[in-house]
């Protein structure tokens, strides 16, 4: 069911899934250029859980915040708003960027009971094993927000570039997922508001990581890793994880940065251990 709601200083689009009298609420934060899409691999294998899941601001439907630089401190400022008006109380998620959002938002005083982090940024994007490619992506969102608008926004929507983005990310050797993938970025990789909110969004995903709010993260904390993760790397989050006061660390082999649609059923085994509940995975 999509709603919307005022927070942080744009109108929040977000969806609810799952039984709305579930005893559990999650409220999942996506990852950069993605949507709420992204995350529902994993919302289908959790079918007794509520599940809230906001677009990002400047991405899916949500307008960027008015007046602001899209920067952590926005984007932090955003969730905790956001979280009081459509689901206090509940457990946080985030994957890849929105782990750094929502440790940064914990950290900083919203109240969860819980705190999942899927593919967690635990080291600077720069120093990961692809720390090249890294670099080029800032030279190419650069270029997209200082080339004439045309062109600009021509190179950062390209299905060529977001074609090559996710076979670098995809480690599935599975052509039936790798095509689910591929179709799943075509569709939901280009549905940004504008070229200079990506930029700043962009820049604030390369100047952060879930280090800097680890230690002042005082609810359980799970973070579901994956061993051939090219943004970080596995012994990266193993260092991670000793950071947190209280927090434990799942490790998925065979997979890289999308765990959420490699691996969907190994995550949510991790998160149904985590948060308590009983029951299967959906089909």
């Known amino acids: 069911m999509q709603k919307s709601a005022e927070a942080g200083g744009t109108r929040t689009a977000?969806?609810?899934?799952?039984?709305?009298?579930?005893?559990?609420?999650?409220?999942?934060?996506?990852?950069?250029?993605?949507?709420?899409?992204?995350?529902?691999?994993?919302?289908?294998q959790l079918p007794g859980v509520r599940w809230i899941m906001p677009d990002l601001p400047?991405?899916?439907?949500?307008?960027?915040?008015?007046?602001?630089?899209?920067?952590?401190?926005?984007?932090?400022?955003?969730?905790?708003?956001?979280?009081?008006?459509?689901?206090?109380?509940?457990?946080?998620?985030?994957?890849?960027?929105?782990?750094?959002?929502?440790?940064?938002?914990?950290?900083?005083?919203?109240?969860?009971?819980?705190?999942?982090?899927?593919?967690?940024?635990?080291?600077?994007a720069l120093e990961g094993p692809r720390g090249v490619l890294t670099r080029l992506a800032v030279l190419y969102y650069w270029a997209g927000a200082r080339l004439p608008e045309r062109l600009g926004t021509w190179l950062l929507r390209s299905g060529m570039i977001v074609r090559v983005m996710s076979i670098a990310m995809a480690k599935t050797r599975d052509k039936g997922l790798r095509r689910f993938i591929h179709d799943q970025?075509?569709?939901?990789?280009?549905?940004?508001?504008?070229?200079?909110?990506?930029?700043?969004?962009?820049?604030?995903?390369?100047?952060?990581?879930?280090r800097e709010s680890a230690r002042r993260i005082s609810a359980p904390t799970l973070l579901v890793a994956a061993v051939q993760d090219d943004i970080t790397p596995i012994a990266a989050e193993r260092d991670l994880a000793t950071l947190f006061p209280d927090a434990r660390l799942v490790e998925i082999d065979g997979v890289g940065h999308l765990i959420h649609y490699e691996k969907p059923g190994e995550a949510a085994d991790a998160i149904r251990e985590f948060i308590g509940i009983r029951g299967e995975r959906a089909p």
């Not at 969806?15 to 993605?34: D, Q, S």
């Not at 007046?67 to 932090?76: C, E, K, N």
């Not at 705190?115 to 600077?124: E, F, R, S, T």
């Open 14 to 44: 977000y969806w609810e899934y799952g039984p709305a009298g579930a005893e559990t609420t999650i409220l999942a934060v996506h990852g950069f250029r993605g949507d709420h899409h992204g995350l529902e691999p994993v919302v289908a």
């Open 58 to 124: 400047g991405f899916g439907l949500t307008p960027p915040i008015a007046g602001r630089a899209h920067d952590l401190d926005a984007y932090a400022e955003w969730l905790t708003e956001f979280a009081r008006c459509a689901a206090p109380g509940a457990i946080v998620l985030g994957h890849s960027f929105g782990s750094i959002v929502a440790s940064a938002a914990v950290a900083r005083g919203l109240r969860a009971p819980r705190l999942i982090l899927v593919n967690p940024i635990g080291a600077p």
């Open 185 to 210: 970025h075509d569709r939901y990789f280009s549905l940004f508001s504008d070229r200079e909110t990506l930029r700043e969004a962009f820049g604030t995903s390369v100047a952060h990581d879930v």
